[in-house]
């Protein structure tokens, strides 16, 4: 697959990334190379990794525990005092390899240290791949909120290499398709019926898809890269979603939600509101639950867990003067920013939900 170029690197595919990736390590010359990765990616991923560098290198390997409750301060303190102890200086480069979690918080780390080094991220999971890797938002969790920390800077490439995805549990890969489907759904009707059978699904498919995700988040970030106006869209469903994902995170009684699964579950949400707020047709909207439900699980939801969730929407990052801000849609492909909606009327919609 062809490289894609934005203002700032560019991402590359397969065994092209590996080529690029050789190139700009020979040119460059850091002083040191270091590689973040959790305690699966670095058994399942880095060899393989590795096995296709070319150049001659040498590395360290921070290793981190899995999980999104690693994505902290005392785990940023952590590498930042690892870093300094092997020596790194400003002229060393921090390769991330893996899912979401270690590509915000390897591009916050390399961010921060000595005023920033560096980084390049190679996704290991399809979430990453498609989301979190691109785009520049880098970012640790501030308790169970979740990337209220952080800065926006991109790093020297991309490297998606499709491989990778053959280590995932099948909740993982459902995860990632969640942003894919946000995707077709603030800009591409086309795009979002593409998801509608996926049992015939091949590896050349997914490769395609993924391109295809990848691109429609470029162009978004590329017109707005500071999240004024259209980048916005790219939170359809991350409003809800993140407070839910940060209410089961913290609550010992609750089963931990993936990213992903949160998501799928405020798309939902979102999509009920949208047909109070923006007009969005029934027949649409039954379609778009319809369809995530036939990927992700229901999740149970008690009355109790209402009103703590919506308390938790104050913390979302695109509130502003007080307001909470939602992202819903007119239609598919046709998002609207910037949206107010009454709380019984977000109650109304987790009891859409449970019907």
């Given amino acids: 697959m062809t490289s894609i170029t934005t203002q700032d690197y560019s991402i590359h595919f397969n065994s092209e990334g590996y080529k690029a990736l050789n190139a700009h390590l020979k040119a460059t ?21 590795l096995a296709n560098i070319d150049a001659d290198i040498t590395y360290d390997i921070l290793e981190i ?20 102890e092997y020596g790194a200086d400003r002229k060393s480069l921090l390769i991330n390899i893996g899912g979401g979690v270690i590509t ?6 390399a961010s921060t240290f000595k005023r920033g080094i560096n980084f390049i991220n190679v996704p290991t999971t399809l979430l990453a791949m498609v989301d979190a890797s691109i785009g520049g938002k880098t970012g640790i969790d501030l308790d169970h909120l979740k990337n209220q920390i952080g800065v926006v800077n991109t790093g020297e490439m991309v ?8 280590t995932l549990p099948e909740n993982q890969m459902r995860s990632g398709l969640a942003e894919m489907l946000k995707h077709g759904l603030i800009s591409s009707k086309a795009y979002w019926n593409k998801f509608k059978d996926l049992s015939n699904l091949t ?6 898809l993924i391109y295809e995700s ?12 500071n999240e004024e106006n259209l980048r916005k869209t790219l939170n359809f469903g991350h409003t809800l979603g993140h407070a839910i994902e940060s209410y089961f995170l913290s609550h010992p009684d609750k089963k931990e939600l993936l990213h992903g699964e949160a998501i799928a579950v405020g798309m939902i949400l979102a ?8 007009g969005l047709s029934e027949a649409t909207n039954e379609d778009i639950k319809t369809t995530l439900l036939n990927t992700f699980d229901k999740v149970t939801f008690e009355t109790s867990d209402y ?13 502003e003067h007080g307001n909470i801000n939602f992202v819903l849609l007119k239609d598919i492909g046709k998002p609207q920013i910037n949206c107010i909606v009454d709380n019984d009327l977000i109650i109304e919609a987790f009891k859409f939900y449970a019907k």
């Fill in 271 to 278: 999509c009920y509101l949208s047909t109070q707020v923006t």
């Fill in 203 to 208: 590896v050349e498919d997914l490769d395609l």
């Fill in 307 to 319: 009103a703590p969730i919506i308390e938790l929407l104050k913390y979302d990052k695109k509130n």
């Fill in 65 to 84: 525990e899995s999980g999104e409750d690693q994505k902290n301060i005392e785990i940023s303190l952590g590498l930042w005092e690892a870093l300094s």
């Fill in 214 to 225: 990848v691109l429609i988040k470029k162009n978004i970030v590329e017109q707005d890269p």
């Fill in 29 to 49: 010359h850091y002083s040191k190379i270091f590689l973040l990765a959790d305690e699966n990616t670095n058994i399942d991923c880095v060899p393989l990794f």
């Fill in 159 to 166: 490297l998606i290499d499709t491989q990778f995805l053959g």
């Fill in 104 to 109: 915000d918080l390897g591009g916050f780390i």
